[in-house]
């Protein structure tokens, strides 16, 4: 694309919001970033045990699987193999090594204006290779239903940093009768994402975030579970289960035969009305996804969150999930201060022995049975923090350290999408280069 073109694409790209795309809060953003010049990487602790002789089936081998070579270069070499599975409480690479998920949330597809959070700042390839540079080896990556649904136009200025992703589309001049930008989808968009974070070696795991591309707050009834017919002309963007499972194929289909899509988080946060989604109709939902997936590609994981708000995965105790083909199943699980009302106390307000009790029986015992691998999904405080964010952090940390759990942070985002909030509990400044060097990350850093 030429100089003249690329300037008036953005230029002209607030022509879009009359096809459905909302104007971004910040119509200015760094044109002129720094070159990347990045600082000599971080050393990644590679944490290897001697392997053990004739491991017994259903259990890994004593040996973490981490990536290999940090750096700014994509097509990383990486120290382990895939396609994984799962063996007893672990994910498990071809060698039978465990891959401990050590992730972090990169949201905005999700949201209002369709695209990962950052475009704008930075290239994609930067923004995966300081997700490698940070320690994280997997990404949690989020989309709504209605991205997949309306698959709109993304408005340059939204992907300014990635400008590269407008080559080869045909532009007319705006004002011209019938003239009209051509670029990217959304779809288009968050496909080049995943290349751009595999490329660096990264794994990554597509999430159905929310059937309304917004924040989640969880008040909206229409977002509440992965289908809505059931409320009628109530929803805006209606929802059934076939259509749900139709978006999903949509999405993993272009990564069929990139061995880095490891699997799919099939919903978030399953709650229902007031919290009454029964697990027994998630689990069967869940399962009929997940034969849909592993029909296109046996490969992959399938992440199956708890009811609750993902709180609680108890149900599996009496009724697992059971798949076509074995050693697939992962379930997740997010913990945050204010969760814990199975007695009404939230996990701010609990004394050690209190919550640890409250994981045992909402997850954890998948792992102190050698039953399945468990993924903390979503779990976070904010920058500075409160006495019940610390209290809550460091209770959750002890657990986390004493039982080796898989993990995802949220997030990596310095700001939320609509009008351009801050997001306390990102892990990024707002050059979405600079780590935020805090009690957070330190502690991070040490589950890694």
Partial sequence: ?????????????????????PESPRTTSNMHRKTSNFLTTLALAIVVC?????????????HQAVLGEL???????????????TAGRHIVDADGKRFKLASINWYGASDIYFVPGGLDFRHRSEIAATIRRMGFNSVRFPYSDQMVIDNPLIAPELISANLDLLDGYEMNQAGRSGGSIQGPRALDVFKACVEAMTDAGIAVIPNDHITNAH??????????????????????????????????KTIMEPHLDNALVIGADLRNEPRGLWGTMSWSSWATAAEKASEALLAMQPNWLMFVEGISSANDCSGARDRPIKLSIPDRVVYSSHVYQWSGWSTLVPYHSRPYPSFALDMERNWAFFLRGNIAPVWLGEFGSPH??????????????????????DFGYWALNPRKPENYDNETYGLLADDWETPIEDWRYQDLRKLM
């Fill in 384 to 405: 500075g923090g409160d006495e019940r964010d610390h209290h809550y952090w460091d209770n959750l940390m002890k657990y986390m350290r004493e039982t080796d759990v």
């Fill in 50 to 62: 001697f392997g053990l002789q004739n491991v017994p089936s259903g259990r890994a081998q004593s």
């Fill in 1 to 21: 694309m030429s100089l003249f073109a690329t300037f008036t694409v953005l230029f002209a790209s607030f022509a879009l919001s009359l096809g459905g795309i």
């Fill in 215 to 248: 924040w989640c707050d969880g008040k909206n009834l229409c977002d509440a579970s992965w289908k809505n017919d059931h409320y009628g002309p109530a929803c805006r963007v209606r929802q059934t289960t076939d259509s749900w499972i139709s978006n999903w």
């Fill in 71 to 85: 750096g700014n270069g994509t097509k990383a070499k990486t120290q382990f193999t895939p396609p994984f599975q």
